[in-house]
């Protein structure tokens, strides 16, 4: 009888420890496991990283186009790599690292309903898990506005701004291909740059840009509104790899030396 009490004991301890795994795990389970951590001294950032999620598109429209010309098979395209930025920034300061994610929300609520799947509660389980910082956006605008106005800037600057997600050379495609095949109606443009507040950032703030093209007009506009350059693609990015999106050949980062030509 003590041998069924013990054993019915250590079953049930095993039942208690598998549920808590799996809730701290929920997000390992869902987008891979975490990066191995530093064991170098990490530093200390004086500012604020903002990431950005641009929303995906819809099987339903991009099924209808050829297969070479296809978007966002996997829902995670935008998800995934930020969520490995938040792990890198984390390795290379601190769990305390002042982090923000903005994620554009409608796009993952239709293609939620779509792939009959909780998109929002996986994105949520990032936040969760990371312990960061999670905005819902709904315009192109709202990115502007909490780089101006989503702290104090007088007492917190921003040390870093990335962007992935759908875009071309003049805007940020913050919404592609989810309410209308090929097309965007939810973006931040170039022009509207100039409204941001450059005293906003630190002087040596990190920004960089995944989306296509950008390299090509928008990221010097942003200099130009920021006084910060922003490292971007001239030509297509790539996110096959879900950890670090690369440049489609023959495109290059604009802080290289090579020149892209275009075919006519």
Not at 47 to 68: M, T
Not at 235 to 261: A, H, M, Q
């Amino acid at each position: 009888m003590i041998w069924f009490y013990q054993n019915r004991i250590i079953l049930i301890s095993a039942l208690i420890l598998g549920l808590f795994l799996s809730g701290t795990e929920k997000s390992s389970a869902i987008f891979g496991r975490a990066l191995k951590k530093s064991q170098t001294k990490k530093r200390t950032s004086s500012g604020e990283f903002i990431i950005v999620s641009g929303g995906i598109a819809l099987r339903k429209w991009e099924n209808l186009r050829k297969e070479k010309y296809q978007h966002d098979r996997w829902w995670g395209n935008f998800i995934r790599p930020a969520r490995a930025r938040v792990q890198e920034l984390q390795n290379e300061y601190d769990d305390q690292c002042d982090i923000t994610w903005l994620v554009y929300k409608p796009s993952y609520e239709s293609r939620a309903n779509e792939d009959g799947k909780p998109l929002i509660s996986w994105i949520e389980s990032v936040r969760d898990k990371y312990n960061i910082r999670l905005i819902w956006i709904s315009k192109g605008e709202d990115i502007i506005e909490y780089i101006n106005n989503g702290k104090d800037r007088t007492k917190t600057k921003i040390a870093g701004f990335e962007y992935y997600g759908h875009s071309n050379k003049h805007a940020f495609l913050i919404e592609y291909s989810n309410q209308i095949i090929g097309s965007s109606t939810v973006w931040l443009h170039e022009e509207q740059l100039k409204e941001i507040n450059r005293s906003s950032f630190l002087r040596k703030s990190n920004c960089v840009s995944y989306g296509c093209n950008t390299g090509e007009s928008m990221a010097k506009k942003w200099r130009k509104a920021t006084g910060i350059s922003m490292r971007a693609a001239i030509g297509k990015t790539d996110y096959t790899n879900p950890l670090k999106p690369t440049v489609v050949s023959p495109g290059y980062w604009n802080d290289s030396r090579k020149i892209f030509k275009r075919k006519k």
